[in-house]
């Protein structure tokens, strides 16, 4: 337990946040093609390393998730994902979940699986080198939904999770997501979310979690994204700061998941959420905030990895740069 309370705090250190690049096979090849590269798991390699060599990363990442292929996979010295992470000072993380299915019962919703057999992937995972795991619930705001059973059902697998991963050694980043699809309005995302965030807290309470050792990713409150008028970054750091204040103090820290609002957006908004004092640290975990324009910049094309590095550089040192107004604004 020690050491994931380290590891959390590490995760979350002043200045610092996590970059998501976990996409599954699945999701990395559609965008792989979008980009107009060919979906072959040496493509996927290569913009991977590319992303975990860029240079710099350390002064603005703390941490990098991958997901399982990634993580078996080796940079082209030789040297595995995990180690190589490690030797550039970010630490590697692995995306434990295998996706959301859709729920027994509860028809349109879905439920995150992955819990079986998870303790003996965990002590793989540990054994090659991850410090941290990833496991995301979706949550759709429409007429009735969330309903009250598809929250309890991911709240509970996120709990199990959570305490399987601190058995393990690894710290658990919860994501708890509330997708921005739809035309609600801010107020909406923000009860929601309240009600998703309140299961979460009583699973995770029910099975004995250390919050200290714990990663909250969670969504920002927005306004849904075919709703007619976008909030400001303040209205955004408000309504956010609202729902997370029901977390503990001892929460070890909270790094937002960017779902899907463009990345200068994100970063406002991140910046904005410094001005409000709260007992943990806010940081960004972002994926595609980061990793889009590196993807665009590079493309494929070998001669443009500097670009594509540049491109995330340039995010991450902005985000970072965005949470250490943090440190001038409330010094400690
Ligand atoms: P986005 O920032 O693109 O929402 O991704 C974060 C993430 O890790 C999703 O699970």
Redesign the pocket.
Known sequence: MGSCRQIAAQLVAPGKGVL?A??SIATMSGRLEKAGVEATAENRRRYRELLASTPGLSDGASGI?FCDETLGQEFADGTPFAQAVRALGVLPGI?VDTGAKPCPGLPGETVTEGLDGLPARLAHHAGIGAAFA?W?AVFVIADGRPSAGAIRGNANALARYAAACQEAGIVP?V?P?VLMDGAHAVERCGAVTATVHAAVREELALLGVDLAGIVL?P?MVVEGRDHPEPVSPERVAEATVEVLRAWPAELAGVA??????PPER?TANLEAMQHHATPWPLTF????????PALTAWHGDPALVEAGQAALGERVAANAAAVRRRARLQPV
Request: net charge neutral.
């Open positions: 998501a976990d996409e998730i995306k990833k995301r980043i994501e997501e990713k969504n937002f998941l960017s779902g899907g609002q994100a975990s972002f994926g595609r905030a980061l990793v889009d």
